[in-house]
């Protein structure tokens, strides 16, 4: 029987989320926690944060592994974020939810209340999860630019952005890709990037791709340019180096405008559709990791007498530097075929002139610095000793 294993990537959304800014909106960022028991959960992904807005869409689709014959308690958290600290211990809660991986599969799409703790709800608010098994593993690179844009803004041009949108089997439209922004430019010109096809057409070369380009306003009411639809295959013919071009339509402004051309030009001036390896993949077409390891002997490290210096000349010959090298190079033994590890040290006095020096080898042998075979304490403590 085969394993029943596979990646599943989580789309998640939320609406009515609790304002806990003073004179401005949230600006929400989800977190995916996964159960390890005993209460205790472990982090699997976040999505960026949205500014100032109660109900965002995140473009970061988190990728968990499923498996059939487990439950696997998930717990979706949001948080409002107000600094760059990565800890959310210090940013307000806005709700979470909590489930099994198993519910959200069998949904496909769940819907439920946020929940500010057990039997407490989050205001009104609620968050979307849609889930979606990868099975494609190609990625569309798009490079893309605009010209002649709507001025949006009353004291400077627009500050344009893109969002790229798949269509659902139920006919709704999900956000797939949003892209950075670029300040007052009427002919931005933005960053190359990549999109899975999964994320963007299901695989479908002529399933509809909706294209927003919006103007950015930092209160979160940004500004609609205009939308345009196409499809994989459409967008496929700047492949060959000969720009496609889309006009970016209005609805409002063209409903109310007569002789409305258009909001601006949207030109696609390369697309290529790649595969996107996975770790494994390399690994098994013959990758090699090389482990080389260099030691700071820099006084900043402290007294090599002293417990509190990472150099702590234990009786046990035990320090810290040779715990994480010995965690470290564990693991990566495994891809390096001749088990042959550079080491290095610098930021020290080396004999026999004491002069410092930041690059030695710690075997005093510059033409065989290795410490060859399996990494084992055995290697590295001898190693650490003689220097």
């Known amino acids: 029987m085969a394993q029943c294993v596979t990646k599943v990537q989580l789309s998640i959304s939320c609406s009515d989320l609790l304002d806990k800014d003073i004179g401005s909106k949230s600006d929400p960022l989800c977190v995916v926690l996964q159960s390890i028991g005993d209460g205790k959960w472990s982090e699997l992904s976040r999505t960026e944060r949205v500014k100032n807005c109660q109900s965002p ?83 569309v690179i798009l490079d893309v630019e605009a010209r002649n844009l709507d001025k949006k803004d009353f004291l400077g041009k627009s500050d344009p952005f893109l969002e790229l949108f798949r269509q659902g089997d139920d006919g709704s439209w999900q956000l797939a890709y949003r892209s950075e922004v670029i300040k007052n430019n009427l002919n931005p010109c933005w960053k190359k990037f990549s999109v899975p096809l999964q994320s963007l057409c299901g695989g479908d070369l002529n399933k509809p791709i909706k294209v927003h380009c919006t103007d950015y306003d930092s209160d979160g009411s940004h500004d609609l340019i205009g939308i345009f639809e196409t499809n994989l295959s459409q967008l496929q013919k700047a492949e060959g180096g000969t720009p ?16 409305y051309k258009n909001s601006g030009v949207v030109r696609v001036k390369s697309c290529k559709i790649d595969v996107e390896y996975s770790f494994l993949d390399y690994v098994m077409g013959g990758c090699q990791i090389n482990f080389t390891v260099g030691v700071d002997f820099t006084g900043s490290n402290g007294d090599p007498k002293s417990p509190d210096s990472l150099h702590y000349i234990s009786p046990n010959g035990v320090n810290e530097y040779l715990t994480a090298i010995w965690c470290v190079g564990n693991v990566i033994q495994d891809y390096d075929t001749d088990k042959q590890f550079p080491a290095f040290g610098f930021g020290a006095q080396v004999p026999p002139n004491w002069q410092v020096s930041h690059e030695f080898a710690l075997n005093f042998n510059p033409s065989n610095p290795y410490c060859a075979g399996k990494m084992s304490q055995g290697v590295f403590h001898k190693t650490f000793i003689e220097a």
């Open 57 to 139: 869409e995140f473009s970061t689709k988190p990728v968990v592994d499923y498996y059939f014959e487990k439950v696997q308690n998930i717990k979706f958290g949001v948080y409002d974020i107000d600094n760059k600290s990565v800890d959310l211990n210090d940013d307000d809660y806005l709700g979470g939810y909590e489930c099994t991986l198993g519910q959200i599969v069998s949904n496909r799409k769940l819907k439920a209340s946020l929940e500010l703790k057990k039997g407490k709800p989050a205001g009104k608010g609620t968050i979307t999860i849609i889930a979606e098994e990868i099975k494609d593993t190609r990625v």
């Open 244 to 259: 496609v071009e889309f006009e970016c339509i209005n609805p409002q402004k063209k409903q109310k405008k007569k002789g």
